[in-house]
C-alpha cells in the first residue's frame, strides 16, 4: 500500500518508489511531520517529534502535559501563523476581527486510488488511477472557521509526490487568507545544501549551491511571472551529495506567477522547507461559502545524488505532466526567422526561408514576431492582431498556402498578455492595462501589461487569436510573454481584492491557454517570455516545449541547459542553431540535439559546406530523436564543476544505446582526458561507433573511455554513438 493509516498510533505512511514520508496525529490534533527521506519499512518515529527541554520559554498548549512538544518546536506538516509558533508559516488567514491568529487542526483523512485535478490551475495528471494515490486530510479551525484539505500524491513508479491545499470559509464573514504554502516540509537537521537555478534575461537557470545556516534564506518572485531571475525550483541536498551520491530532496512548483522556495534553520536545529505562492505579493479575499486552491508543490527524493533526482522529474514530467497530442508523437523541426530578420521580412522573404528549409530537410517554417497591425519595431502594436497584409504580399492564408506548397509546415508567433503603448488597442482601452490609480506605469520594451484578470480582456484577445488561428493552416504558435508585472492593480477589482491581482493575472492567462489547447488540439505551443522567463510545469501543462533562451550562442547554453536539466526533460528544451559567432555549426547541432532541436537563422547565407553540415544535423537529428527524448540523461562534467570541459550522455531505458556529447568550453590545462560514462548495462558490450572498437559496460564505466585525442581547442565538440552489438 503506498499510502497506509495505522488507527492505533494514528501514523500516515506514504511510501513512494524510493522514499517514505511520516506524520503523525498528535494530541489535542495536532498534525506533527515525522520523516521524509529514503524508503523505511517500519514507521516507530514518533520520538522525532522532540528536539529537546524547552518548558521553560517555549510556548505549549496547556492540555498537553508532554512538556517536550512545543508548538514552536516541533515539525508541523502545515504550520499556522499567530499559535505558538514563530517560525515562518505556511498558512495564514485575517479573519473578521483583524488578526491572523490560525490554528489548523486534523478532523478526518480519506485515502483513494488516483489523483484530484486542481479548478483553474495547471497540475500533473495520472493515466490511470492505479497510476497513483491520494491522501485527503481535513484540518479545520475551530475559532475563524476556515477548513482546509491536504492533498498529497503518490505515484507508484516514483520517487516523487505532489502536494496542494484547498481552503473552505466556513464561517458567515470573510477572511483574508495572506499566506497559503503549497507544501512544507521539515528536516530535524540543517546538515544540507540549498541548490537553486538564478539567473537573467540570456543567462537562465544558472546553477547555484550554498549550506544551509541559521537565517532563512531561499528564492521568489514577485515580477508576476516566475521569472528569469530565479526558477520555481530548489533542491535540499546533503553536503556530501553530488551527480550520483547522497540524499537530494528536489522542490518544483506547478506554478507560473509569483512564488518562494525558502528554508528556515530554527534555533533548535531542524529546517523548515516552503514552496508555494510568494505571499508578500499575494492575498485572496474568502466569502463566507467559498473556496480557494494553492497551485500543485512536486517533491522528488533522491537517494543516488543530483543525477538520479533529475532523471526523476524528467520522467514524471514526460508521463504525467506533458499532456496531449504532443505529449508522444514526433514534434516537427523548425526554422524560426526572428534571429534572422527581426522584424523587417516580407512574405517573399520567409518563402525563400521555407524554399532552403525543404531542401534541408526541416519540416516547418515559424513567423516570429512582426507580421500583425504596424509593428516594424518594438515599440507598436501588441494588441492589434490583424494581420499586415502588406507585409505578407496578401492574405495570411495565401501566404501560408504558399509555405505548405513546398511541403513546409506554418507556425506563428503571439504576445497575448500585452499590449503596447503605440496600439490602437491602448488608444481604445488605457483602462485594460495592470495598473494602480494615480500612480504612472512603468513600461518596459515599451508596452504594459494588459489586465488578463478581466473576462472581457481575455475575451476580446482571444477571438482575434481564434480568428487568425482558426481561419489559417497554422500548426505552431509560439506564445511569448515580455515583461514583468509592476504597479499591480486592476480598475475592475474592489480594494479589498487588489492583492489578488497577480495570482488572478496568471489564472486569466492559463484560462486562454487552456482554451486555445481545447479549441486547437492540433496546435503544438511553445512557451516562451524573453526566452527562458516562464520556464515552468505552469507552462509545460499547456505547451510541451519552452523556448529556453534568447542566448543561441552554444557556449553559453552549455550553463543554460546544463541548469534547466536539472529539473525539466531535453523535450522541453527549446534549443535552436543559430548564426552565433562562437564555435561552429557541428557544435551548436551537438548543443541544440540536447533539446528539441531547430534553426535561428537566414538559410540563404549557408555556404554548400554548411548545408552539408546541416543535412547530416537533421539527419541525426532523426537518428537520435527517440533516444535523447525518452532516454536517461547522465551529466558527465557540468560547467558548475570544470570551466573549460562538459560532457553529457543520453542512455535508451532497454540500455541498448546511448549518445555521448563533449565540449570544450575553453582549452583544457590538461591534456589528458579518460571519461568513465554511466548509466551502461556493465554486462552488454558495446561498439563505439567512431572507432568500431568494442568494449563491455564496465570497462566503459570503470576504465572509462581515453578521449584525449578528440575536440582540444575553444567550442570544439564531438559525439560518440554506442550501440550494443
Ligand atoms: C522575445 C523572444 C524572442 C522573439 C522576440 C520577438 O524576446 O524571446 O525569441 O520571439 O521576443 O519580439
Sequence with gaps: MPISYDSERKL?????????????????????????????????????????????????????????????????????????????????????????????????????????????????HVNSDSDADTLEITMADSVTGVRAELYYTVFNEFSAMTRFVKVFNDSDSPVDIERIFSSCTEFNTHDYDMITLYGDWSKERTFERAPLTHIRQGISSKRGTSSHAHNPFGAIAEHCANEEYGSVYGFNLVYSGNFEFSAEVEPHGGTRV???????????????????????????????????????????????????RWADIKRPLLINNWEATGMDFTGDKLVTFAERAKELGIDMLVMDDGWFGNRDSDRTALGDWQVNEEKLGGPLSSFIARINSLGIKFGIWFEPEMISHDSNLYREHPDW?????????????????????????????????????GENNIEYVKWDSNRSLSEVGSLALPPERQKEVAHRFILGTYEVMDRLTVDFPHLLLENC????????????????????????????????????????????????????????????????LWGTFGYELDPNTFTEEDREIIKEQVSEYHKYYDLIRSGDLYRLISPWENERRVAWMFVSEDKEEALLTSVVMRKPYDDAFYLRLRGLDPEKYYVDDNSGEVYSGALLMNAGINLTNYGRNDGDSFKIYFHTL
Excluded at 298 to 311: D, I, K, P, T
Excluded at 444 to 464: G, H, M, P
Design 12 to 124: 500516515f505512511k506514504l511510501d513512494t518508489s524510493d522514499s517514505s514520508y511520516v506524520m503523525e496525529i498528535y494530541d489535542e490534533n495536532y498534525l506533527v511531520h515525522l520523516y521524509y527521506g529514503a524508503k523505511i519499512p517500519d514507521a516507530n518515529l514518533k520520538s522525532h517529534k522532540y528536539r529537546g527541554w524547552f518548558a521553560s520559554v517555549a510556548p505549549q498548549n496547556i492540555h498537553i502535559e508532554d512538556t517536550l512538544f512545543s508548538p514552536d518546536v516541533s515539525p508541523f506538516e502545515y504550520p499556522c501563523e499567530g499559535t505558538g509558533d514563530m517560525r515562518e508559516s505556511a498558512f495564514s488567514v485575517r479573519n473578521a476581527q483583524g488578526n491572523n491568529s490560525t490554528d489548523l487542526r486534523y478532523v478526518s483523512h480519506r485515502i483513494y486510488p488516483g489523483k484530484p485535478r486542481i479548478d483553474g490551475l495547471p497540475s500533473l
Design 274 to 324: 516552503l514552496m508555494g505562492i510568494n505571499p508578500e505579493a499575494f492575498g485572496w479575499r474568502l466569502e463566507s461559502g467559498e473556496c480557494f486552491s494553492s497551485p500543485e508543490a512536486v517533491s522528488v527524493y533522491s537517494a543516488h545524488g543530483l543525477g538520479e533526482m533529475s532523471r526523476t522529474f524528467h520522467k514524471l514530467y514526460q508521463k504525467h505532466l506533458i499532456r496531449g
Design 433 to 469: 492595462c495592470i495598473q494602480v490609480p494615480g500612480r504612472e506605469k512603468s513600461i518596459a520594451r515599451y508596452q504594459y501589461v494588459l489586465d488578463f484578470t478581466r473576462k472581457e480582456v481575455r475575451d476580446y484577445i482571444y477571438s482575434l487569436m481564434k480568428k487568425v488561428i
Design 529 to 592: 517570455s524573453s526566452g527562458g522567463g516562464r520556464f515552468d510545469p505552469g507552462m509545460l501543462y499547456f505547451s510541451p516545449q519552452i523556448w529556453c533562451s534568447d542566448n543561441t550562442d552554444p557556449i553559453d547554453r552549455l550553463h543554460i541547459q546544463f541548469g534547466t536539466s536539472l529539473c525539466y526533460p531535453a523535450s522541453t528544451v527549446g534549443a535552436h542553431v543559430s548564426a552565433s559567432r562562437r564555435a561552429g555549426y557541428e557544435t551548436k547541432g551537438n548543443v541544440a
